[in-house]
Nanobody, 115 residues
């Protein structure tokens, strides 16, 4: 079984930047797609950004132009560059990968944006 481990969360001021990283172990980097999800306090988990196996990306309108998802096949990481963050970006961010066998999730990383 593969494993996803997120890092890079923390406290950042509004307008600042943060980079989240997800290390994808084993053969799990051969995914059909990978994504970052955001779960705000008291709300459901929602898709923020997705990258396909060919590198195609898709973003939620709330982060379009501010966030960027990328993957590094050498380091076996999927990253989320967060720029111009806003207080509403606060919450837990989860990395996930989709395979023929199903979806795998990381344990999440906390991001707190202060106003």
């Amino acid at each position: 079984q593969g494993q996803l481990v997120e890092s890079g969360g923390g406290l950042v001021q509004a307008g600042g930047s943060l980079t989240l990283s997800c290390v994808v172990s084993g053969s799990f980097f051969n995914f059909a797609s990978a994504a970052w999800y955001h779960q705000a306090p008291g709300k459901h988990r929602e898709l923020v950004a997705l990258i396909g196996d060919t590198g195609t990306t898709r973003y939620d309108p709330s982060v379009e132009g501010r966030f960027s998802i990328s993957k590094d096949p050498v380091k076996k990481t999927v990253s989320l560059q967060m720029n111009n963050v806003k207080p509403e970006d606060t919450g837990v961010y989860y990395c996930s990968t989709v395979h023929l066998s199903g979806t795998t999730w990381g344990e999440g990383v906390q991001v707190t944006v202060s106003s």
